[in-house]
């Protein structure tokens, strides 16, 4: 009876992980592989340029030699809206020492993360993510998913789901780091 509970959660699982993978605008609803996502460990972290939910440009090479936390999220992810205000805690406790917090929204309209970021006070830079080119760049297949960046563009750690960013032992676990 276990095993039949255990296959029901899995299957559950994988179905929900298959439908809110990112797709591309042209309708391709491939899922990203899981095990996509592993080959980015220990490895540069893929360039991308976007614009922030002002029209202003970003590179994330221009952040070469900071450290970078980079979450990717939606406003329609309850566990990715639980996070902000922990992300936002941990950009005004480690920003000053070099940490950046980047945030790229792969919500389905550039509203909805402006509108949020407005009424929650977000200050750490939100990326809008239009064609999830850069989704699809870093195998994003579960949201929330963070990755901490090293001063060399190397991704040192991935995160699935919501954490408490302003905890002790992650604030101790980035400052390491800076």
């Not at 090479?61 to 309850?78: H, R, Y």
């Not at 980047?102 to 993360?113: C, E, K, L, M, Q």
Request: charged fraction near 25%.
């Amino acid at each position: 009876m276990k095993k039949i509970g255990t296959a029901f959660v899995l299957a559950t699982a994988f179905f929900w992980l298959t439908a809110m993978a990112p797709s591309s605008q042209s309708g391709d609803r491939t899922p990203y592989s899981p095990k996509g996502i592993d080959r980015l460990d220990r490895q540069k972290a893929p360039d991308f340029t976007l614009k922030d939910l002002r029209g202003n440009t970003f590179t994330l090479s221009a952040l070469k030699g900071k450290v970078v936390l980079l979450n990717f999220w939606a406003t329609w992810c309850p566990p990715c809206i639980a996070e902000m205000p922990q992300l936002n805690k941990l950009h005004k406790k480690l920003g000053p020492r070099g940490l950046h917090v980047v945030a790229i929204s792969t919500d389905n309209s550039i509203g909805y993360p402006r509108d949020f970021v407005s009424k929650n006070g977000i200050d750490f830079t939100v990326l809008y993510d239009e064609n999830r080119t850069v989704t699809r760049s870093y195998k994003v297949f579960s949201m929330p998913t963070t990755f901490l960046i090293d001063k060399n563009g190397v991704v040192v750690e991935k995160f699935f789901g919501d954490y408490e960013w302003a905890d002790t032992e992650m604030v101790k676990k980035i400052e390491k780091l800076l």
